[in-house]
């Protein structure tokens, strides 16, 4: 019995020792040095984990959960010796690192905390506050870093963050009784030491450095829980300084101004204004700026008046008009009577234009009947599209509930004799409504008072308003305006008759109607606008500039109103695509009748500004076709003709197309030193002129580099470099 017992267990035991080996070979060579190589990638992780670098902890934490998972992965290769032993390794490794981290990770803020201290004692503000964020990632509720970090932004003057974050702990964090007081006198301390500092950079004329001290301190007290600030001094610098910042604009733009830098003292101006407008309630102004913008809108127009004929004199005039804006009316008025003698640089044709435009300006209804709005509703329109509805369901639509039987109740006799007055209200024969009204209350309303009879009237008044204005609407929207007039002035005298246009029923009725006509008509005039636009364009496709400026003409006619600024962004686009080519043509056309009777001086000057308007305004890009006058100089091949005609281009200042122009004597194969004389007047000249428009020496040369790098051109370029930089010194530039 024992021998079978044996056997079977001898049995048993190599089933189990043969299963384990066939276990064991399943694993080829190449899968064994896979499988150690694994392994080995993670032991040489895991040996590398240090306590003494809690900042690298979370990277340990993902590089050990990688790991546990390759001790599960290979724990069924244990029969490998190989394997097993590298395995054996990892997963001690793997839990002693585990236990490490556990052990670590609830003191990693402190780790932080700590690094951070030293690193703010070291001077390194950035490393300490990158470790004291990193203490509050790991713990939130880090008491400590928090109150570093609140020291850190009161040293920044960052008082907004600073308060929010120190309060943040007090409500949020349950500090200790030493943390709270620190707290407080952290709270104190910051508001005492930036109030100081402001004060300081006012005193020093700092004024927006004050500013920006003063707005943090703003944002302190909005959050001051502890009754630290005291907000109305804070208010009171607070406009002491904002008014300095704007003072000290003012001074710069005048001393610029002084300098005959205009552009600088618009710039400066500017600046002084918007802030101005951001800030105007903690400002008082006292009239600096108005009388600024006089001053500088002058100057500008002085400027313009020596550039007469020149391009940039449109400019200076643009800036001069732009400025005007921000003065009293009569002063407004008188700059632009001055601008309006001046009109430099724009053509016949942009004057007619200009014209078009202040002839089709008209009222608009909520402006020719403004005794129905407030004084805040003149402003701009308003939404009224909701009163409107509620206007039309209470007296225009069939439903209506309202009428003149509404206010009182009445016998039947009564109402059989106003049974007319509803008849011809109902078929909107309105003038005998009132007739029929006034002869059936003529004798007075049995239990009625007088103001209930007068409340009869005024009922009837008011539907009949209201239908009126609504067919005028309607007539707007057919495009019938002749109509809406009429209906609105047959209104408006009904009213006046029966002296009811300060009731609030009608005053309600008749300012929502005319400012929705205003809308309504505005969008249709800019969809009429629109379609001409779109004609235009087509036109100018087909290169017909003639077509295409008569209907610029009626798209300007188009009216506007105060409350109908059209749109005409595109059509201002357009019109310089018509009016300049237009101009170029009618210049051209001088030119060609000039050189037919024989002035040949007013057909090189006609050709000269032609070529300018035509280089200008790159009517090339537009389909217009030109001969340079440098061609038409060369085809003539007689220099004395040339010297004549270059000379009067520069006495004209049309510089740059003297410049090419005198390069037609280089293609009949004139030397340079012929021209020499003739090339240092255009640069003596040229460069002058761009001195006064405040070209700086780098621009200026940047408009000739073309030809400044053709040797032809060598006295040119010597002389032009030599007076621009003398006219700079002379103005102080």
Partial sequence: MRNIIRKALLSVVGIVVLSLAVEAQSLSKAEQSAAV???DEYIRLLSNFGYDTPELMSDYESQLSEAEEIVKQYSNYKTDIVVYERWYILSNLAKQNREMINFYKPKMADCFYRNGVAMKEAGDGKSATNYFNKA???????VLSHLQLAVM??????????????????????PNADEKALIKGLLEYAYNKNYMYAISLEQQEKYPQAVAVMLELEAFCEKDKLNICDSMNVQNVLERCRTGVYAAQIDMARKALKSERNDVAEEFALAAYNYYSENKEDIHDDMKFAQLAKQISESYIAEALELRGDPLADEYMAHAKALAE??????RELLEAKISTLNPGKTPLELEYEAIEKENVEES????????????????????EAEIEKIENDYVNDNTKQGITSAIELTEEMEAALAETKEYLAIGSYDKALEALDQATKGGVPGATKADVNNMHLMAI????????????FAVWQGEQDVADSLI???????????VALDTGIARIMKSYLLTLDKKLCSKRQDELDAYVYGITDCLKRKEFVAAE????????????RNCKLDKTRLKALMQQVAMPLEYLNLMDKAQTSFKYGDTSAYIRQYASAEALYNRYELGTMGVSHVPIRNMLQQTRNEDYMFKALELIIAQKEYMVALEAIGSMKDIGVKTSKTKKLQEDLAKNMSYDMAKQLYTYEAALDTIIYYSTDKWYKHFTKSFKKYMKKWLKEMGL
Avoid: C, Q
């Fill in 365 to 384: 209804y909520a402006e020719r009947f403004d005794n129905y709005l407030a004084d805040n509703e003149k402003v701009e329109l308003a939404d009224v």
């Fill in 462 to 473: 008011r539907e009949i308003t209201a239908k009126r204005m609504s067919a005028a609407e």
């Fill in 136 to 142: 509050i990632d790991v713990n939130p509720n880090h």
């Fill in 489 to 499: 002035a047959v209104t408006n005298e009904l009213i006046t008759t029966y002296d």
């Fill in 326 to 331: 921000y003065t009293d009316k009569d002063t």
């Fill in 550 to 561: 008569k209907l610029v003409r009626t798209a300007l006619a188009v009216p506007e109103s």
């Fill in 37 to 39: 190589a694994n392994i």
């Fill in 153 to 174: 932004d009161i040293d920044s003057t960052k008082l907004g963050e600073a308060s929010e974050r120190l309060y943040n702990i007090m409500s949020a964090m349950n």
